[in-house]
């Protein structure tokens, strides 16, 4: 198990949950890991969607030598999304929280701030032109297909397959380089949370 997070960071990510009404005991029920950001970034372009996209170096090569390798076979891989912070986590939470969405219903979807595999700067999510981006047909490309048969070679691997341990949707797009053991357990952090418990006692079945 890895050394305890900065005790700075667990205050960011823990007043982040409680903002936003994260359950520490569903945190707790589906074992989720939580990340430290990386700090170290390296720029690979722009993305789909016109803003640029960081990876740490080493998971930023191993990207640039599998998209040439896919090329070379004919496959266009298309980089959706990279490194995200967990403030811009908290921020996509946020947003669909405003559109009167449920916590809960977001988890299955999007990570808590502090658990995303983004924050680690070592995870992507992959498309292919004319596939809507994020969408499980995303199995269904040919860039899914050469990923599957090759993306080993280059240290990614698919970490939210079907029936995932952690309860996330099945994300074909999304393809993790090197996949770091948790940094700690966010039940860990969730037994010193004191948040208000009004939204703890729903729907913790829907993840199992
Ligand atoms: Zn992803």
Redesign the pocket.
């Known amino acids: 198990m890895a050394a305890r997070l900065p005790a700075a960071y667990r205050a960011r990510v823990l007043a982040f949950w409680q903002e936003l009404g994260i359950s520490p005991r569903t945190v707790k029920a589906r074992r989720l890991p939580v990340y430290v950001e990386a700090q170290r970034l390296q720029p690979l372009g722009l993305g789909t969607d016109g803003r640029d996209k960081l990876l740490v170096p080493a998971a930023a090569a191993a990207w640039v030598a599998m998209r040439m390798a896919a090329g070379e076979d004919g496959v266009d891989l298309l980089l959706v ?1 990279a490194f995200r912070s967990i403030d811009y986590q908290a921020s996509l939470i946020r947003g669909k929280l405003a559109k009167g969405r449920v916590i809960e219903e977001i988890l299955t979807v999007n990570a808590p701030p502090g658990c ?3 924050h680690t700067g070592r ?3 992959i498309g292919e032109a004319g596939c809507p981006p994020l969408e499980e047909v995303f199995d269904q490309t040919t860039a899914f297909h050469w990923l599957t048969a090759n993306a080993a070679r280059y240290g990614f691997t698919m970490t939210y397959p079907k029936g995932n341990p952690e309860g996330y949707l099945y ?1 074909p ?2 393809w993790c380089w090197n996949k770091l053991g948790s940094g700690e357990q966010g039940g860990a952090l969730a037994t010193e949370a004191a948040v208000p418990t009004q939204s703890t006692a729903t729907s913790e079945k829907s993840f199992a």
């Open positions: 999304s995303s595999e983004h995870a992507v999510d994300e797009w999304h």
